[in-house]
């Protein structure tokens, strides 16, 4: 089957690529000498975590998700040693509980004092990590907060440590930044950990990590394992930053053109905002590529700079680069779009057509989805 075959709009996942990221991470992982820990909230696919796990160069202990849906899924196909990376709510608890007691080792985290308590009394098969705010300002206490010991005393036998992700790292723009953020993401991971053990609080596990901050750390001592994630797939805003190469983008979005507007110098597709999401993450970097970047049928950038400018449910209104001619572009012809956030955008397709550097489908693998 070749991609010209393919129903449109439908998400395409260069192997190759995808390959090269992976080997590229755990290269720069193994280095720092810590264990990799894959964040799979964004390829959701069992055949591409199989992928991640296989590469050598850095030692795995294990996978994170973002939903418990994803911990699920995972379990069921035999990775069973899962951070769930999102702050526990209580009623979720007899859901961890559930999955741990069927063979699965899911670790939850907090950053509240009242949820310790709820997991320290569950009767189920519970660990957690407190989660440490190193700038996101986001989920998380200070590493200076008066609370953590009393969180870590609630939690008791129950704590393994603590976690903190640096996502404010996607405002750096330059590698010597986000090896800075990296340091202060550590530094801040270290001092909880630091003040749970004054108290005698054992913490086995300092758990830090984002995509630039795994790829471009200086040092990780005292930590024991990372968690990127968006590196494997790469789009439009991680090559921008560096945390992919340029021609690091492995998944793309195949559509048809619906339309032509010669005078306009414009085509329209039929990947929209449903296909493509309306995430506009390029609008703040160096460049912005509005809803995505038009690629020929094989991936490359032959059309110059021909952007995605509006986003409408089920249209993508193309401008053409000026250099582009619109005559080939006839109903039915195809393309490939680039994405700005390819989190959101894999997010609205049930799975990936794979190819491997080609046009030619060697393979379908489904994702998961829901919460």
């Keep these: 089957m070749k991609l010209s075959d393919l129903p449109t709009p439908c998400l395409v996942l260069d192997r190759q690529v995808l390959a090269r990221n992976i080997d590229r991470m755990a290269q720069a992982v193994g280095r720092l000498g810590v264990a990799l820990r894959p964040h799979m909230k964004t390829a959701k696919s069992i055949d591409v975590a199989r992928m991640v796990l296989a590469n050598q160069a850095a030692p795995c202990t294990g996978i994170t998700v973002s939903t418990l849906a994803e911990a699920e899924y995972f ?37 509240d004092l009242d949820v310790a308590r709820a997991i320290a009394a569950h009767p189920g098969k519970l660990r957690a990590l407190i989660e440490i705010d190193c700038g996101e300002m986001r989920g998380g206490i200070s590493a200076e907060a008066p609370e953590l010991e009393a969180i870590g005393a609630a939690l008791g036998p129950r704590l393994l440590g603590i976690m903190t992700h640096a996502g404010h790292s996607y405002s750096g723009r330059s590698i010597p930044e986000m090896a800075d953020l990296a340091e202060a993401e550590r530094n801040a991971a270290l001092t909880a950990v630091r003040r749970l053990r004054a108290v005698g609080l054992e913490c086995p596990v300092v758990s830090v990590g984002s995509s630039p901050t795994a790829l471009h750390a200086r040092a990780l001592g005292g930590v024991t394992e990372t968690r990127p994630g968006v590196y494997m797939f790469g789009d439009l805003f991680q090559a921008q930053i560096a945390t992919v190469e340029p021609e690091g983008i492995a998944v793309t ?42 690629l020929d049928l094989h991936g490359r950038r032959t059309l110059g700079h021909s952007l995605v400018a509006r986003a409408n449910q089920e249209h993508g209104v193309v401008d053409l680069d000026p250099a582009a001619n619109i ?38 693998w489904p994702r998961i989805s829901g919460w």
């Design 75 to 111: 379990s069921a196909h035999g990775i069973t040693d899962i951070l769930y990376a999102v702050g526990i709510t209580p009623q979720k608890l007899d859901q961890v509980a559930k999955l741990n007691e069927a063979g699965a080792d899911v670790k939850i985290i907090t950053d």
């Design 253 to 294: 979005v195949l559509a048809s053109v619906i339309g032509r507007r010669p005078a306009e110098n414009r085509i329209v597709i039929d990947a929209g905002g449903m296909a493509l999401s309306k995430d506009r993450a390029t609008e703040s970097a160096p460049h912005d590529f509005k809803f995505g970047l038009v």
């Design 327 to 364: 005559a080939p572009f006839r109903i039915g012809e195809r393309v490939r779009v680039a994405p700005n956030h390819t989190c959101m955008t894999s997010a609205a397709h049930d799975r990936y057509h794979v190819v491997d550097g080609s046009d030619e489908v060697v393979a379908v």
